[in-house]
């Protein structure tokens, strides 16, 4: 079993739509969760870090569910620049601040 | 506020060589990771170096080594180059001393070995 594991993918939805992307995690000691996303052939670019309580930054809200092991990305009205792989990312804990990525999801907006 | 910088950005090597790659992180960040994004394999943890010690090392073998620097920049090294090692390399930085552990990327290195 993979470390952390996300939908297949790919997505591709119209502009204006909703977008959820759910992700799991093996490690139960994990402390820290984010998602990035990565343009082609470019960097990952940290999108937001994901809280126990849940977080939201402009249409963008991110869910951890712990006991379920469970991260999620909602992505609301969402645009065409929103177009990119997201990562679900998780710090490996016990302080060995290795970052474990997920596969990825590709997201295509559609005009 | 400048990003964390990588050089160079392209290199091609042949088999068996030996390459070394730098990486400027974030001012005010004293932790440095690599990681290798190899086509098909999604990111992979290498290495990560705090206040110029190695603090955690990834499933990779002893070829690939770096160093930190009194000014907190980094180098990857890769001795005896393989086809396999052929990808993008990237380099984070963090102020994880600072109980900040987001990290952040620089826009890496892509290394290709013939």
């Known amino acids: 079993r993979k470390e952390v594991e996300q939908d297949p993918g790919p997505f591709n939805v119209p502009e204006g739509a909703t977008v959820a992307f759910n992700c799991t995690y093996s490690?139960?000691?994990?402390?820290?969760f984010f998602w990035y996303r990565q343009d082609c052939r470019k960097e990952p670019k940290l999108l937001m870090s994901?809280?126990?309580s849940g977080n939201e930054d402009g249409r963008f809200t991110a869910q951890l569910n712990r006991a379920s092991q469970y991260i999620s990305l909602l992505i609301r009205d969402s645009k065409l620049s929103d177009s990119a792989t997201y990562l679900c990312?998780?710090?490996?804990?016990?302080?060995?601040?290795?970052?474990?990525f997920g596969q990825g999801t590709r997201l295509t907006i559609n005009p | 506020e400048a990003g964390v910088t990588q050089s160079p950005t392209h290199l091609i090597k042949t088999r068996g060589q030996q390459v070394t790659l730098r990486c400027s992180p974030i001012?005010?960040?004293?932790?440095v990771y690599w990681y290798q994004q190899a086509l098909g394999l999604g990111l992979q943890f290498l290495l990560w170096?705090?206040?110029?010690?190695e603090r955690n090392r990834g499933n990779f073998p002893p070829r690939f080594s770096g160093r930190q620097f009194p000014n907190y920049s980094s180098e990857l090294n890769v001795n005896a180059l393989e086809l396999e090692d052929s990808a993008l390399y990237l380099c984070?930085?963090?102020?994880w001393g600072q109980g900040i552990d987001e990290q952040f990327f620089g826009p890496g290195t892509r290394l290709t070995v013939l």
């Open positions: 170096y705090d206040e110029g010690e």
């Open positions: 490690n139960s000691a994990s402390q820290s």
């Open positions: 994901v809280y126990s």
């Open positions: 984070a930085s963090s102020l």
């Open positions: 001012s005010g960040h004293t932790s």
């Open positions: 990312v998780v710090n490996g804990g016990g302080g060995a601040q290795k970052l474990v």
